[in-house]
T-cell receptor, first 116, second 113 residues
């Protein structure tokens, strides 16, 4: 089954304790991205990756890191989480290139992060 | 910079009736793609319908159709014969032929029995 696997689904942590949210896709997609969803603000892009070793900032990158060492994996790292990073996070992947742009995202199931 | 605006934070519709959700966007590009996503209470994001900007014909998927007005930069979603399962948050999204993939703030749709 084609899917984006995102873990964990729920996470409660304390301020300053480093954490990683994992994301893996099995569709050989070039493009992967992380979003955070907050009430009234919709989905805002944190980071995206066009391919292996190619990443760039989205609209709200402060406090986050990513890496793309393998095509299938795109982890999101919070090195020193703060309460304002409490949010619902989504990983998503998509084809790119000719024809691929017309396809939408395949989303992971989301991670509800609470930082206390 | 591209923007996507959904001006209706919440809407209601009677079961079996038709409802239209609005979306406007701003871009200087001529080649792009537009999408509507549905997010039910399970929070899973589900692609509802997509539209290529170069196609004049409006996209249709069963009870879901769009009214794409390129000159007006408008992309509304019409849901016909609304069902209780249509109750969800709906997001409009814009994708350029590159890395930009922007979402609106969403419209919460309530379906009344």
């Amino acid at each position: 089954e084609a899917q984006v696997t995102q873990n964990p689904r729920y996470l409660i942590t304390v301020t300053g304790k480093k954490l990683t949210v994992t994301c893996s896709q099995n569709m050989n997609h070039e493009y992967m991205s992380w979003y955070r969803q907050d009430p009234g603000l919709g989905l805002r892009q944190i980071y995206y990756s066009m391919n292996v070793e190619v990443t760039d900032k989205g609209d709200v990158p402060e406090g986050y890191k990513v890496s793309r060492k393998e095509k299938r994996n795109f982890p999101l790292i919070l090195e020193s989480p703060s309460p304002n990073q409490t949010s619902l996070y989504f990983c998503a992947s998509s084809s790119s290139g000719t024809g691929g742009y017309s396809y939408g995202y395949t989303f992971g199931s989301g991670t509800r992060l609470t930082v206390v | 910079a591209q923007t996507v605006t959904q001006s209706q934070p919440e809407m209601s519709v009677q079961e079996a009736e038709t409802v239209t959700l609005s979306c406007t966007y701003d871009t200087s590009e001529s080649d792009y793609y537009l999408f509507w996503y549905k997010q039910p209470p399970s929070r899973q994001m589900i692609l509802v319908i997509r539209q290529e900007a170069y196609k004049q014909q409006n996209a249709t998927e069963n009870r879901f159709s769009v009214n794409f007005q390129k000159a007006a930069k408008s992309f509304s979603l019409k849901i016909s014969d609304s069902q209780l399962g249509d109750a969800a948050m709906y997001f409009c999204a814009y994708r350029s032929r590159g890395y930009k993939y922007i979402f609106g703030t969403g419209t919460r749709l309530k379906v009344l029995a």
